[in-house]
């Protein structure tokens, strides 16, 4: 089994900052991607940051210039630091990864996702 762990979330107001954290634990053989989705009250989850195992990163529009991912591959850990925040990057934020791992005698691969956790922008 394969858990991702997300925390950093929290209040805070237009133009601050905040790191959101995410680690993977598990029998985990590689991860390929780790990524950070979000969803607002009435939309559909998006895409925010992701970095691949070779370090290449794409962004969403809306977010570029202001966040920045990283990744850890020996603590298997992604982070979103994440500047001058607007009100519109209210969401639940969720992590996401692509983990190959050990069951039993066999490799499996699969989309690991956390459970969430919620970013407040406001005054």
């Known amino acids: 089994q394969v858990q991702l762990v997300e925390s950093g979330g929290a209040w805070v107001q237009p133009g601050g900052s905040l790191r959101l954290s995410c680690a993977a634990s598990?029998?985990?053989?590689?991860?390929?991607?780790m990524g950070w989705y979000r969803q607002a009250p009435g939309q559909e989850r998006e895409l925010v940051a992701r970095v691949f195992s070779g370090g290449d990163t794409n962004y969403a529009d809306s977010v570029k210039g202001r966040f920045t991912i990283s990744r850890d591959n020996a603590k298997n850990t992604v982070y979103l630091q994440m500047n001058t925040l607007k009100p519109e990057d209210t969401a639940v934020y969720y992590c996401n990864a692509g983990v190959r791992a050990r069951i039993g005698v066999t490799q499996v691969y699969r989309e690991v996702w956390g459970q969430g956790t919620l970013v407040t922008v406001s005054t």
């Open positions: 598990g029998t985990i053989v590689g991860i390929s991607h």
